[in-house]
Each structure stands twice: as structure tokens, then as C-alpha cells.
């Protein structure tokens, strides 16, 4: 009797493992091709950048003239892009080895920490360099295909910026997914993997994946800071001297500073906006990562598709998902002549925003279970779609507040120009005054974000709210991008001097551009706020796995020590963007007087501003022979290469300070006050980083467009006031205001915020609850 | 035997019984005795004011025009006391009546809670209109005694201000010490209080008395806010149209908006600082009251001098004594013809202070128990004591370093100077730039003092220190309000045409005033930080003690609605300071519409203008006849009270919407978020409160001495760029934008997050912790 029940056990029991096995062998092969099909998907992006890089190559460049703006531009940026990463790598290969040592050391952490840094920074760098390098080629482009038609320009302008945006996702994906799994190999995860269980081998692969967002999160950093130092300067230098002192228009081949100041629209605006939107979308998606495991461990009924891996995967589908919506949506960016670009731009976004939105709800549905318990609440998978959706609308609603309250003919703009009548400083309080405002929607949408969200499905709603949000960075990051090239292409236009309605044509593909880099600059911040918050939530997490004995449990305001990381936090923002500001202030010093010294010492130069003033207002075909020979001469003597040489030093001398604030603080505050203060920090420096750059952002675009509208002709009581006349002085000092302020100081924040939070999730499993002092 | 043994415990008990009877009895006198010396010392202080005032109303004020100009001065300011305390009174009764019916409907509370908030306000209104009061008769008799010498000037001018400080500490020992011994009498608190047990009475007597508290600062919100619209319009408008546009210059009689300038720096600097500085007093004492009670609580082997009561009596046995080492101090300030105010200032401070420590050392040593346990530590009267001295000094270090950052001859400042020299735009940036990296400092003091005050004596050590700073108010708002009344002498020393070694002796005092008034204003922001932290915790100890079944036990940033909180308090002050800067703005147009009116539709003033473009520069003894009278003339018929009621009315209508945000948002966020919301919203506030106050005083101050050092003459490369050169004037519109950022938004928001606290510790017995979601 007993024997038949032992055996009837025993047959049971090896269906029931026959069965498991089944299960187990289906999902790790489900698991192996995910492993192969993600970073897959990340190198078809590759792919078609390539392609696009390809199609833009084959068009001409136009003049001979051209060709040589353009490749002054071109060898600029490279310069400074070559100077920017020789610094870095020095940085890189220091932190490194740091990250090495402490990681070997650490018995919940491995030395592979270092090279997923290595890698992230690498990812990060190239995405640069290979946005930059093909913006520099559809700048020119774009202004010779203007010559024919608006549709063929925005075509060429918007393939430039497909480039930048899905060479970012790409990168992203093909990075993080490689590595996840290559190190999910190494540590034997699949094969060890409970969902009921503590998973260490898991928890070390998401701690080491976790240097992948480090490192990009450096390189943006400088890239920001540096980008916007440099951006700066050569536009600070090239208006004094060249527009006030020199009296010669903008963009114009005399002034020395004028392709410094080229090279810096695609220093700042592709390379530095690219490399801000990389860090959120690797952030997001790595801070999700964390919070999976976390959810998983914590659940103890989480079956799915993938043995229990689904929440961890998500984050990676959706962003390769995002990658084909985005390649999408492309093909729908076109226009006729006299047609809108921006219906053109809205089209193709809101098309493949739809793709989106219908893809998460069936991978959603598909791959988590149909419900699960975690902390005592149930959730089904709708509520993990819904997260998703609260952070795709919380990040247009923000877009769509910074275009209220910095677009032209928009109610706050106008009360700047109304009060720029009794002069400069009511200009200025005016604009200090909508900036400050202009915080107050965007914040509750963030609020009411981080509220619902969490609602929804926890820590990880927030999260995967991050991850919806940018879901679509490869044709948003394209819109954003195309903005910059557009304004160079009418830069090109004007330097070579062609027909007044390609200009036209190029102006209206920037005065678009104006309108999505704003929209663009509002997301970058939301997007930067949520990011933050899932890797501060990521940090708690990973710092409870790697101390079961001691956990965070929660960060108490009442505690002193978390008091005091708060204000510290919150001061870091004002602090960075002094440096910042002061760092723009002296490059831009620099700059002048080295333009002023070429406008003395070169005779040639000297001698076409003469002729140029003599000439006034003539175009160049009407000058004598001889007035036309020396403005030649004049320039190829000008030395370019000297002000971007300026430029390229200041900001990589100037980045440095910035960054080892950033970068030390949280290092300092992590292991003397231990987890407790750094939460405090990271939470002040998110909550104060985030205003402060929703303030300077919006108060500098304001006055921008503040200055445009009476560029435009302003009517006040019957009498229009336009360029040259007092309310445009005014105007003009507001702009120039606000122009580090929203190009240098405010878009760092975007990064210092997400950078101080990728910091503490690194450093988690090496620092103790209390630190040095108890 | 049993019987023998039972008649040992008996009279055993007996004997226990007489013992803690005597004790008790004793305790009872004491505190008896401390219920009526407390307030005396309180109405010492009002007596000593009294004194002060008949002294100063002895001298005489000068000539018949001196009279006359310090008349229209001392009715414009009682014009808009009259105006603000009638909006005010309807605000008053309508919150009393709220007050009133929510406190007899909690039994943690009661209806005698609006009782305590009607007192409060009245004693912040009284305190404000004595001070402006004697400060308005104080100005001409320092002009006139300026005549005789120094010393009497500063002798006048200084007991105008000592009427100020001390008639603050006096209104709020006698308020807060009389409302006390009449609540515990009211409650019974003294007879059923044991040391070792939950005191209802003694809970509920503090949470009524905390209405005392709100009703300050709602006075005080009203007064800063109401005064710094009302003295930056005045300003403004005086200065555009009277300086800028008619050529005529400053305090000039014939300038409409002059009388309103003055009135405005009474209104703004005197009444609005004392309502300041007497809500943070009040607030810290209240504050250490709760923490106090909750400490004894929460400890077992309280026993000391008065039954266990010492830790509540401590922060009002202190202020006490300060307002005696204040008075002594006052008679310190002694100056000789030639010798510098300076250090006559100095050197009352300093004793005071002294004096101060000495007596705090003996005072805490004497009251509190040798030991005792809280929380599971241990504590000695010592560690209390070093919780003072650490407030002590971090109120005086964080006024050093804004002394720094915005003094004259200082790096930052001459570092605005000479980035003034490229223009408008550059003096602006520069300007930002020290206002944020101003912050840095005093934001490591603030987060060192809290972490050292809490190490000390835990979160009553916070409140203590808070104390602490604050104990020598009576002198330092002596030494504050000293400023602006020196400096309505020497407007009207310049109005009335006064001997030139008058008005040298005015601006020397005025110069000593303007850097106190930097000290003065970084150690209001550094009180009101401390003041803010000593509430929020006060709130929390109230909260547990009206909740004990749902204690706020930590306030978890990690939960997303605290997260939502810190996010929305965070945003509060920009949304503050936006509407007090549009508000300036909009009153600043009226007043200046309104002079205009005057210089065109009133023709003697019409007349008299021409009259001083001809004599341009003469005196008027030198003056025709003819244009002697044209010009009395036109005094007589400038409309001065026109412009004071526009100032006024505009002050007025301006301060309700700033207003209405600062007290409903944590009304609405108390009552729908909960406790733990709430303390967010107030962790929020207090860091972004305190960072933007310190970047827009600071910025503002500094902007203010660039333009100054710049009239002094200021030599760049060779060249002195002095007044009306290019340099002066980039430095004029820094000064512009300052004014509104220094004097109205920046010390509006100290109100803002002491106010949010209170309202807060108010609202704690009628809130749940979750609120309304859960």
C-alpha cells in the first residue's frame, strides 16, 4: 500500500517536473530570443540612420561656398567634440577604475560595473558624434534643397534630426539590451531565476547594469554643460562685437566669431539635447528594471509569460517597440510647397504617439500576468497601461504649458513686450516674472502624475510612467533635432548670400523649430523630473535588496539628517547654475576680445568692415570691383578657427567645476550621511532642480520671443515700434538675459537631476543606512 | 500583623502623600509667581517703550516745514495702517468665527483658539503701529538733532527703533505669558499635571494658544506683502517719472510720489520687518512649547524645579530675560562726534548678547533636570544650552555672509561693477548669478545647525536654538529699524533744504543703516528657516498628541503624496513671489500714470518744474523772487496725498490674492492630502521658501551696492565712471530690477513659510492623516 502511494508520488512528481521543465524550457526560449531580438531592433535603428546618413550624403552641397561654411561648421564641432572627449576620457577611465575596485570589493556588486560605465559613456559619446556629424552634413543641405522647394528642405532638415533621435533609441536599446544579456548570461540568471524568491544573481546584474546609466549620465553632463558654455560664448561674442560694436548683421562671413557661433547651435541643441534625452530614456528604462525585480520579489503569486521576468523585460519592449513606431513615423513627415511644416511634424508624432499607445496595451496585456498582489495590493495589467498613459499626456501637457507661456502672441509674452515700454528693468522683472509663474501648472501636472501613477501600480507606475513618456524619444528627439539644423541651413543661406526666398523658406523651417523646441524643452524636463524620481525609487530599491538587514524602509523629513539633505539638495540647483552663468560670463569675455583683436590687427578685415560700412545696405553684386576684392580677401583672412579654438577651450576648462559638484556631492553625502541624507538629497535636489529649470528655461524663451514679436512690429496706442526703437532695446536686453539661462544653466538642471539619482543608484550597495555619523 | 503592616503602608503613604503635596505646592507658587512675572517683564518692556517715546517727543522737531513735511509723512503712514487694518479686521473676524466653530467642535481643541488668534493679531497690529508711530516722529527729530551733532542723531534715531524692537519682544512675552496663565488656569493644567502622563489639559492649552501665533502671522503676511507693494510703487514711481522723466531729484518737494517713498520705507522697512521678526519670535517660543510638552511626555524620569513644566516655561523665561539684556543693551549705544555708529551698534549687541549667554547658561542649568531620558537617550541641561548658542551663531554667521555677498567693496559685489561695463544685460546676469550662489553658504549653516541643534537635544533642540537666535530681538530690531528711520531723516533734511553737514551726518548714519539692514535681512531668513522647522515640528507633536490612534511617525518622502507635497510646496514661493512682483508692477503703473497727471494737469507744479529747469542747479536762496513763490506755491498744490492713497489703495487690493494662496493651500492640502501630505507641502516650502528669499535679497542687495559703488566714483582701466556715465546706468537698472526682488517678493516669503507652518500646527487636531484619498 505504502509502496503504490510512494510511487504514485513519485510519478506525480516527475510530471510535475517534466511539466516545470516545459515551462521553463519554453520561457528560456522565449528568454534567448528576447536576449537576441532586442538589441536587435536597437541595431535596425542603426541601420536606419545609416540609411538616412546615406540619402543626405547623396544631395549636394551647393556652392563652393557653401561647401566651405560647411565645413568650417563641421571641423568646428568636430574640434570641439575631439577636445570634449579627450578630457573625458581621462574622466572616464579614472572613474572607472574606481568603479572597478569598489565593485570587485562588494560582495552585491561586480567589477563589471566599470565596463557597463565604459559603455554607457561610449553609447552616450557616439550617439553625440554621430547626431553632430550628420547635422553638420543636412545644415548645408537643407539650404541648397531650400533652393528648390520648402517639402524637399524639411525633408532633408528632418532626416538630419532621424538621425540624432533614433541613433539615440537605437544606442539605448542595442546598449542595454546587449548587455543585459550578456551579463543575464554571465551571472546565470535565467536558469537561477525564482519569482518567488530572492534573486540575487538578478539583483547583482540590474546593480551592474546600473553603470550603463552612469555612464551616460557623465557624458551628458559635460556634454550639457560644455555644449551650453560653448553655445554661449561664441553667441555672447559674436552679437557684442560683430552686431553692436562692428555694426555688421548676424551670421555675417565677416565676423570671426560667426561659424563658432554655427558650430555652437549644433554643440548645444543636437549634441547637448541628445545627449539629455539619452540619459532619460536609458535612466527611465533602468530605474524600471529595478523596480521589476523589486515587484517580482515582493509578490509571491507572479506568474507570467517570461517565468517572472516580464516587468523587468517591459521597459526594454516598449522602448524597442518605440523605436519602430518611431521609424513610423518618419515616412509621414512631408510637406508641399506652401504646405505646414508643423502639421507635417504633428502628423508624424501624433501617428506613431497612436502606434504607441495600441502596442502598450496589447505587450502590457500579453506579458504580465493577469493579476498579481505586491505590499498587500492587487493589480492586473490595465494598470500598468494606464501609468504608461499618465506619462505620455503628463509630458505633452507640460510641452503644451511651456509653449503657452513662451510663445509668441500668448498672453505672457505679450505682458513682457507691454512692460518693455517703461524700459530695461521692467523688460527684466517682467520675464523673471513669467518664468516664475510658468512653474506653477507644470508642477502640479508632475504631482498629480507622481500621485496617479503610483496609484495605478506603485513604485513601478511611477517608473513605467517615465518610460511611456519617452517611449517615443527617437521621433520626438527627430522634431527637436531638425529645429537647429533648420537655423543653421538659414545661416548658410545668409553667409553665402542666397536668394532671399530660400531664406525665406529656411525661416520658416526655424520659426517651427522655435515652436518644438520649446514644446521639446518642456518634455526634456518633465521627462528629467519623472526619470529622477524612478531612479530615486530605483535606489531605494536596490539599496533594500543589497541590505536585507538594514533597509530603508522610508526616508523621514523629520529625521534632521534628511532635513538637511534637503536643503542641501535643493541649494545644488541655484549653486550649479551660478557656476554656470559666471563659467558663460568669462568664455563669453574671451570671445570678445578676441574678436575685437582680429577686428584691429588683421588689415584685411579692417579694411572690408570699411568698405562694408561704406557700402551700406548694397548688396554685394552693386560693390566696385575693388571693394568686392578686398571683402574676398577679408574672408580668408578671418580666423575662424581661432574663436572656436576659444570656444572649445573655455567650456572644457569651464565643465569641470559644474561636474565635480555634481558628481561629489552625492558621493560625499552618500557616505558620510548614509542612505537616509543622500534620499533627502536627491529628493531637494529633483524637487528644487526641477523648478529651477522650468523658471530659467521658460523666463529665457519668453524673452526670445518677447524680442521677436516687436522684431516683428509691436502697436502700442497707434504707434509701431519695431527694430532699432527703444522697446526693442529692451527687448533685446531681455534676450540676452535670458539666453544662458535657458541654453546653459537651466537644460543642465534637466541633467544634474537625473545624474545625483544615477549616482546614488551606482553607489547603493556600497554605502550603509546611517553613514559616518549615526 | 497584617494590621501592623497595613498601618505601615499607610502612614507610609500618608508620608508620601505630604512629601509630593509640599512639592507640589511649591511647583504651584512658582508657577503661580512665573504666570505674573512673565507677562510684568512683557509690560516692562512696553513701559520702557513708553519712556522711549515721551523722550523722543520732548526734542523738537525743527522748522515749520520740517513739521509740515514730517506730518504728511506720519498721516500717509497712519492712512495705510488705517486702510490695512479695516481689510484686515473683516479677515480677522471671519477667521476667528472659523476658528471659533472648528475648535469647539474637536474635543483637542476649542473655541478659546480664536480668541488666542484675535489677540496675536491684535499684538502684531499694535506692535506695528507703535513702531511706525514713534519711527515717523523719530525721522525730523534726527534730521533736527543732526543739526546739533552725531551723537544725537543717533541718540533720536536709535530710540525710535528701540521703541520698535522692544515694543515686538514686549506685545509677545505679554501676549503669549498672559494668554498662558489664563488658558492654564482656564484648563486646570498646573493642578492636573503629571510629568509621567499624557496631559490633555496641558495639549489642549497649547494647541489653543497656537492661535495666538497664526493671528501674527497673518498680520505679518498682510504687512510685508501690503508694505512691500506699497514702498516698491512708491519708489518706483517717484523715481521714473520724478527722476527719469522731469529731471528733478530724489525726496525732492516738488515730486508728488516723494511723501509716499517715505511713507513706503516706514511702511515696508519698519512695520513690515517688526511683524516679520515678531512672527518668528512668536513662533519659535510656541514651537518649543510643544516640542517641550511632547518631550516630557514622552520621558519617564522628568522631575524638575516646577513639576516637570520647565521645558514649556524655558523659551518664554528666556525671551524674558532677554528683553532685559536688550534694554540694557540699548543704553550701550552711545556715539561722540567723529566716532562711528558703527561700533556704538556693535557694542550693544554684543553685551546684550553676552549678557544674554551668561544668563541662559545659569537660567537652563537652574530649571531643567540634571538628567533625563527621551526617546531612549539621555539628556543634561547642556545639551540644551548648546542648542542655544548654536541658533546664536548660526543667525549671526549666515547675517556675516550676506553681509558678504552684498556688501559694498566686497568680490561679488565689484565683481557686478565690472561685469556692468559690457552693458544691461551683463550687470543683470551677474546680479543672478551672486543672488544664487549666495545661497550656498548660508544653506550649509542652516543644514549644520539643524543636524547639531537636533544631535544636542533632539527636536526640541531645533526649536530651542531657534529660540536662541531669536532671544536678543528686542536689540537687533532696535538696531534695524534704526535704518530706515536715518534714512527718512535724511530725505527730509534734503526736502527741507537743511545745512549740508546736517544731511553727511544723516547719510552716515544711513550707511551704517544699510548694512545692518543686510545683516538684519539675512538673520530674519535664517529665523524664519529655524522658526519654520521649530513649527513643522511642533505640528507633527501636536498632531501625535491629538491622534495617538494614527500618529504622524514619519513623514516618508518615498510615499508619493508626500513626494506630490514637497513638489507643490516647493512651487509655492516662485507662484508667491510672482504675483507680489506682477502686483509691483501694476501698482508701480498707476503711481506713475497718477504723477504724470499731476506734472501736466496742475499748472503751478507745471510752472515750478520749468522754474527748476531754469535755475538748474542753483539754490534756492539765489532764486528770484518770482521764482521763490512759483515754486512755494507749487508745493502747496502737489497733490501728495493722491499719490499715498494709490500706493495704499494698490497695496491694499494687491496683498489678498498672495495672501488667499499662502492660507488656503495648506488649508486644501491638510484637509484632502492629510498629515503626511501637509508635511511634505511645509518640507517643500521651507527649502525653496528659504532658498528664493535668500537669492532674491541677496541679489537685490548686491545689485543695490553695485549701483552704489558706481556713485562713489568707480575706475576701470584709468577712466572713473561715476554717476550718469554708461557703467552708472547698466548699474541703475540692476538696482530697478533689485528693489522689487530685496524689499516686497524676497522677505514676503519668510512670512510665507513660517505662515504655512502655523497654519499647519493650527489645523493639526482638526486633520487626518491620510485626508480625503487615502
Known amino acids: 500500500m505504502n509502496s503504490i502511494i510512494n510511487d504514485r508520488i513519485q510519478s506525480f512528481s516527475i510530471i510535475v517536473d517534466y511539466a516545470s521543465l516545459t515551462i521553463n524550457q519554453v520561457t528560456l526560449m522565449t528568454l534567448d530570443q528576447l536576449s537576441i531580438i532586442l538589441p536587435a531592433i536597437g541595431a535596425v535603428a542603426l541601420l536606419f540612420t545609416w540609411w538616412k546618413t546615406q540619402s543626405i550624403n547623396k544631395i549636394s552641397e551647393g556652392s563652393e561656398r557653401m561647401a566651405k561654411i560647411a565645413k568650417s561648421i563641421q571641423e568646428g564641432a568636430m574640434a570641439f567634440l575631439r577636445a570634449e572627449y579627450k578630457v573625458l576620457f581621462f574622466f572616464v577611465v579614472a572613474v572607472a577604475a574606481l568603479l572597478y575596485l569598489s565593485g570587485n570589493n562588494n560582495p552585491n556588486s561586480h567589477g563589471l560595473v566599470a565596463f557597463s560605465f565604459v559603455v554607457g559613456a561610449f553609447c552616450s559619446g557616439l550617439a553625440g558624434y554621430l547626431g553632430m556629424k550628420v547635422a553638420t552634413k543636412a545644415n548645408v543641405r537643407t539650404a541648397n534643397a531650400a533652393k528648390d522647394s520648402l517639402g524637399k528642405a524639411l525633408e532633408v532638415a528632418f532626416s538630419g534630426g532621424a538621425v540624432m533621435g533614433l541613433g539615440v533609441v537605437g544606442l539605448g536599446i542595442l546598449g542595454l539590451g546587449g548587455l543585459f544579456a550578456y551579463f543575464s548570461e554571465f551571472f546565470d540568471v535565467y536558469k537561477n531565476f525564482n519569482p518567488n524568491g530572492q534573486n540575487d544573481e538578478l539583483n547583482k546584474t540590474l546593480s551592474v547594469l546600473t553603470g550603463f546609466s552612469f555612464g551616460a549620465s557623465s557624458i551628458a553632463l559635460f556634454a550639457r554643460v560644455g555644449g551650453g558654455i560653448y553655445t554661449k560664448a561664441a553667441d555672447v561674442g559674436a552679437d557684442l ?106 502628423t508624424g508624432e501624433f501617428v506613431s504617439s497612436g502606434l504607441m499607445v495600441a502596442a502598450s496595451y496589447y505587450i502590457i496585456n500579453k506579458f504580465l500576468p493577469e493579476t498579481w498582489t505586491f505590499n498587500g495590493i492587487s493589480y492586473v495589467p490595465m494598470d500598468v497601461f494606464w501609468a504608461t498613459i499618465i506619462g505620455l499626456v503628463s509630458g505633452l501637457a507640460i510641452g503644451m504649458i511651456t509653449e503657452h507661456y513662451t510663445g509668441t502672441h500668448k498672453k505672457p509674452v505679450i505682458a513682457i513686450v507691454d512692460q518693455s515700454i517703461t524700459g530695461y528693468a521692467t523688460n527684466i522683472i517682467a520675464g523673471l516674472g513669467v518664468g516664475m509663474i510658468s512653474t506653477t501648472l507644470p508642477i502640479l501636472v508632475i504631482a498629480a502624475a507622481v500621485i496617479g501613477a503610483h496609484e495605478m501600480a506603485g513604485l513601478y507606475g511611477i517608473a513605467i510612467a517615465a518610460v511611456g513618456m519617452l517611449s517615443n524619444t527617437g521621433i520626438q528627439l527627430a522634431v527637436d533635432a531638425y529645429g537647429p539644423i533648420s537655423d543653421n541651413a538659414g545661416g548658410i543661406a545668409e553667409m553665402s548670400e542666397l536668394p532671399k526666398e530660400v531664406r525665406e523658406r529656411t525661416d520658416k523651417l526655424d520659426a517651427v523649430g522655435n515652436t518644438t523646441a520649446a514644446i521639446g524643452k518642456g518634455f526634456a ?245 546611517s553613514g559616518l555619523f549615526s
Open 241 to 346: 562685437v560683430g552686431k553692436v560694436e562692428a555694426g555688421i548683421p548676424e551670421d555675417h562671413p565677416l565676423n570671426p566669431a560667426t561659424i563658432a557661433d554655427n558650430v555652437g547651435d549644433n554643440v548645444g541643441d543636437v549634441a547637448g539635447m541628445g545627449a539629455d534625452l539619452f540619459e532619460s530614456y536609458v535612466g527611465s528604462i533602468i530605474g524600471t528594471m529595478v523596480l521589476g525585480a523589486a515587484m517580482v520579489a515582493g509578490s509571491s503569486d507572479f506568474v507570467d509569460f517570461l517565468g517572472g521576468l516580464s516587468p523587468i523585460f517591459l521597459p526594454l519592449i516598449l522602448g524597442a517597440v518605440g523605436i519602430i513606431t518611431s521609424i513610423l513615423g518618419t515616412f509621414l513627415v512631408k510637406v508641399k510647397d506652401g504646405g505646414d511644416p508643423q502639421k507635417a511634424l504633428n
Open 525 to 769: 524636463i518633465g521627462s528629467a523630473a519623472l526619470t529622477a524620481l524612478a531612479l530615486f525609487a530605483a535606489f531605494t530599491a536596490s539599496f533594500n535588496q543589497t541590505h536585507p538587514e538594514s533597509p530603508l524602509s522610508h526616508i523621514n523629513i523629520l529625521d534632521p539628517k534628511v532635513m538637511a539633505g534637503l536643503f542641501i539638495g535643493g541649494m545644488l540647483p541655484f549653486l550649479f547654475s551660478a557656476l554656470a552663468m559666471g563659467a558663460v560670463g568669462r568664455a563669453a569675455m574671451s570671445m570678445i576680445q578676441e574678436v575685437r583683436r582680429q577686428f584691429h590687427n588683421i588689415p584685411a578685415l579692417k579694411k572690408a568692415l570699411e568698405v562694408m560700412n561704406l557700402n551700406e545696405g548694397k548688396p554685394s553684386s552693386d560693390w566696385s570691383e575693388d571693394d568686392k576684392k578686398s571683402f574676398d580677401e577679408a574672408i580668408d583672412s578671418a580666423e575662424y578657427g581661432k574663436c572656436v579654438e576659444i570656444s572649445t577651450q573655455s567650456a572644457i576648462k569651464e565643465m569641470v567645476a559644474p561636474g565635480l559638484v555634481a558628481i561629489a556631492t552625492p558621493v560625499a553625502i552618500g557616505f558620510g550621511g548614509g542612505a537616509t541624507m543622500l534620499g533627502g538629497l536627491l529628493a531637494g535636489v529633483t524637487v528644487s532642480g526641477v523648478l529651477l529649470a522650468l523658471f530659467q528655461s521658460n523666463a529665457g524663451g519668453a524673452w526670445d520671443n518677447a524680442k521677436k514679436m516687436v522684431e516683428e512690429g509691436y502697436e502700442i496706442n497707434g504707434e509701431t515700434h519695431g527694430k532699432g526703437s527703444d522697446l526693442h532695446k529692451a527687448a533685446v536686453v531681455g534676450d540676452t538675459v535670458g539666453d544662458p539661462l535657458k541654453d546653459t544653466s537651466g537644460p543642465s538642471l534637466n541633467i544634474l537631476l537625473k545624474l545625483i539619482s544615477v549616482v546614488a543608484l551606482v553607489l547603493a550597495p556600497f554605502i550603509t543606512l
